[in-house]
């Protein structure tokens, strides 16, 4: 048997990606209780809000922030 640790991809745990999906949660979230409310206007800036969450990820990657980015520190849990 090895003892060898599946190599961990990285996938979305940088600041941009968290940051990311943290602002497009929230659009998708008001944008539930706009349309639950029947609030069209809200329901529309609520869709903005994901697109601007779309934004910020790729504008946070291209400054390094990304998991492959030169100001990316990756945590390694449990050493």
Do not use: C
Request: net charge negative.
């Amino acid at each position: 048997m090895s003892n060898t640790e599946p190599a961990e991809l990285g996938e979305g745990h940088s600041p941009a990606a968290w940051t990311a999906v943290v602002i497009m949660l929230i659009g998708f979230a008001a944008g539930t209780l706009f349309f639950w409310f029947d609030q069209p206007w809200g329901v529309w800036a609520s869709a903005g809000v994901v697109v601007i969450g779309l934004v910020v990820g790729a504008v946070m990657k291209r400054a390094g922030y990304g998991v492959d980015g030169p100001k990316f520190v990756p945590k390694h849990h449990g050493e």
